[in-house]
């Protein structure tokens, strides 16, 4: 289950404005997966959003909305309204030093992550550090990790290039994630302490399993913690 950009925009302002007439009814399930190059990552994101009908929110999609926040004030000002007591404390958890503020591709995506989470709608929201920007709140955060080589084997086979080639894609593509983390949050995108669960899919190669895995530990970590 996917969606646009346009229609993302469209649920964070519909579920702003069910709040204001009076509430937005049942919850579903966010889950925050960041994941290696190759470990399956998306493929397993697709896996759960089927089995909880909720939205898949990748990379691209974030991206889009981000820029849309940006040069559209009406958005920016829905946003700001909307997320206000969560970007306050956000900003006072998140704080290190350095002022968040002045970053605007920063500011943005946090209050879309927020956004999306203030919905109601749920989803599956894949990196962009929605991990960090969720901590404090009652999502499932889970890391996909793998590998080098068992990355590498299947970057090859889905891209149809040598091993070699594979090896160095995945390990820039990988380095790329851990700087745009680093860049944005200053923090470690391997940090386990970060995450809920993490699984290796070097022997896990059925996908629609690992969902399954992660839904049970998401139900036994929220009921634990209700």
């Known amino acids: 289950m996917t969606m646009d950009a346009t229609k993302l925009v469209e649920a964070i302002l519909k579920a702003h404005a069910a709040e204001m007439h009076g509430g937005r009814g049942a919850e579903r399930p966010v889950i925050t997966l960041s994941r290696d190059y190759g470990s399956g990552g998306r493929e397993i994101a697709q896996q759960l959003a089927k089995h909880l009908a909720v939205p898949v929110y990748d990379k691209e999609l974030m991206d889009a909305v981000v820029e849309q ?10 946003l700001d309204e909307k997320t206000r007591g969560f970007w306050d404390s956000w900003i ?11 970053d605007n591709y920063r500011r943005h995506l ?7 989470f203030n919905t109601g709608k749920g989803g599956v929201i894949i990196g962009r550090g929605a991990h960090l920007v969720l901590a404090q709140q009652n999502v499932f955060r889970v890391r996909i ?10 970057v090859a ?7 070699e080639e594979a090896r160095e894609e995945v390990a820039r593509v990988n380095e790329g994630r851990s700087q745009f983390i680093w860049d944005v ?36 970590h929220h009921r634990n913690i209700s």
Do not use: W
């Not at 926040?69 to 000002?77: C, D, E, K, V, Y």
């Open 69 to 78: 926040s940006g040069t559209n004030p009406h958005l920016m000002a829905q």
């Open 92 to 102: 006072v958890s998140m704080l290190s030093g350095e002022n968040v503020l002045d």
């Open 110 to 116: 946090v209050k879309v992550v927020l956004g999306i």
């Open 145 to 154: 990790i793998a590998s080098p080589e068992t990355c590498a084997e299947r």
């Open 157 to 163: 086979h889905t891209r149809q290039i040598s091993r």
């Open 185 to 220: 949050f200053k923090k470690r995108l391997n940090e386990p302490t970060a995450f809920d669960l993490t699984i290796n899919t070097d022997h896990l190669s059925k996908y629609e399993e690992v969902a399954e895995i992660i839904i049970f530990a998401m139900q036994y």
